[in-house]
């Protein structure tokens, strides 16, 4: 009986799924404080309204969280598409052309340097289980990871909630402390704490030096806000 696509599903990868997550809410969490704190800055550089900061930094809330969202859910989306179309394609291969398919087995176990009667073995024990040959082709032949049918979903409500979140962060100071400088300035320092916990945080969960993600985190995060600052310290300057 032929392989078929039906017979072709996979279990749900756990760890795909929470490294999906961990991607989601660092993109979320960072986009929405840096774009809100480039913005707050901006602004409090060009006048003392603190109304005025408000509404822009809500504004800018609403919109970029919604907006996030919806990029990670398409995008999201896409790559299930791609990966179950080249899924698909694989399935086809396998029942009309399984030598060309059990040669790629061999190609990819050659990278490993595997060689002679250990890679006659391997390669023979793969192409007998067909479900190991599909997920061990799409793995590491075409490099693709399994997308499950909720993750499109997972992945908007969780950049749209981190966006959110990291966006709120800026305008804490503004709401606690009376004075547009004051608040600025603490609204920095707690995006600095903030941005470089990301950071620290993210290689905390993956790989690298913690320290060195955060101040990376850190560099780039405050770098947008001092873009944001200048920009409304000129035009704030400039008659209207």
């Known amino acids: 009986m032929p392989f078929t696509f039906k017979k072709a599903k996979l279990d749900i990868h756990e760890h795909h799924s929470r490294n999906s997550i961990l991607s989601d809410f660092i993109l ?79 190609e990819i176990l050659k990278r490993w340097d595997y060689s002679g009667k250990d890679l006659n073995i391997l390669t023979n024990k793969i192409a007998k289980n067909k479900k190991a040959m599909l997920e061990f082709i799409m793995s590491f032949g075409l490099n693709l990871s399994y997308v499950s049918r909720k993750q499109p979903l997972k992945s908007f ?26 608040s600025a300035i603490f609204s920095i320092i707690l995006s600095a704490i903030a941005l470089f916990g990301i950071g620290y945080y993210e290689a905390k969960t993956t790989i690298g030096s ?31």
């Open 28 to 106: 979320g969490s960072q986009d929405g404080l840096v774009n809100v704190l480039g913005i707050i800055l901006g602004i409090s550089a060009a006048t003392t309204d603190v109304k005025l900061i408000f509404v822009a930094a809500l504004a800018a809330l609403g919109a970029e969280s919604i907006s996030m969202g919806a990029v990670a859910y398409t995008s999201t989306l896409a790559r299930r598409k791609y990966y179950l179309k080249e899924r698909a394609k694989e399935v086809y291969e396998m029942n009309e052309i399984p030598k060309l398919e059990k040669k790629e087995i061999r």
């Open 157 to 182: 409500f969780t950049v749209l909630t981190a966006t959110t979140f990291g966006s709120i962060i800026p305008l804490i100071p503004f709401v606690l402390i009376k004075g547009i400088n004051n």
């Open 210 to 240: 913690m320290w060195k993600s955060g101040i990376q985190m850190l560099i780039i995060g405050l770098s947008a806000g001092i873009v944001g600052y200048l920009i409304g310290y000129f035009i704030g300057a400039v008659p209207m």
